[in-house]
């Protein structure tokens, strides 16, 4: 049974940063792609940024120059740097894993940010 276990959410007034991540328990092989959403209230789950088992990355474009993704593959963790940000950036962060057989979700942690 894979779990996903986030950590670093919190409150931070704009133009600060915070730096999230996420480890995943059991087996998740070697070809996965691991990525962050979030979701503000009365908002849809939106992706935020992802990156590929090979390194490969992806940014929403709101957070492009902002955010940076970065992984472990050894301790199967995903990790999300977030400088600059703003008011806007407030919502609860998910991180996710797709493996080639199924996707996990972590549990969410709240980011607020002040202005």
């Known amino acids: 049974q894979v779990q996903l276990v986030e950590s670093g959410g919190g409150l931070v007034q704009a133009g600060g940063s915070l730096g999230l991540s996420c480890a995943a328990s059991?087996?998740?092989?070697?070809?996965?792609?691991m990525g962050w959403y979030r979701q503000a209230p009365g908002k849809q789950r939106e992706l935020v940024a992802t990156?590929?088992?090979?390194?490969?990355?992806s940014y929403a474009d709101s957070v492009k120059g902002r955010f940076a993704i970065s992984r472990d593959n050894a301790k199967n963790a995903v990790y999300l740097q977030m400088n600059s940000l703003k008011p806007e950036d407030t919502a609860v962060y998910y991180c996710r894993i797709t493996t080639i057989f199924k996707n996990y979700w972590g549990q969410g942690t709240q980011v607020t940010v002040s202005s």
């Open positions: 990156i590929t088992s090979g390194g490969s990355t």
């Open positions: 059991g087996s998740i092989g070697s070809f996965n792609t």
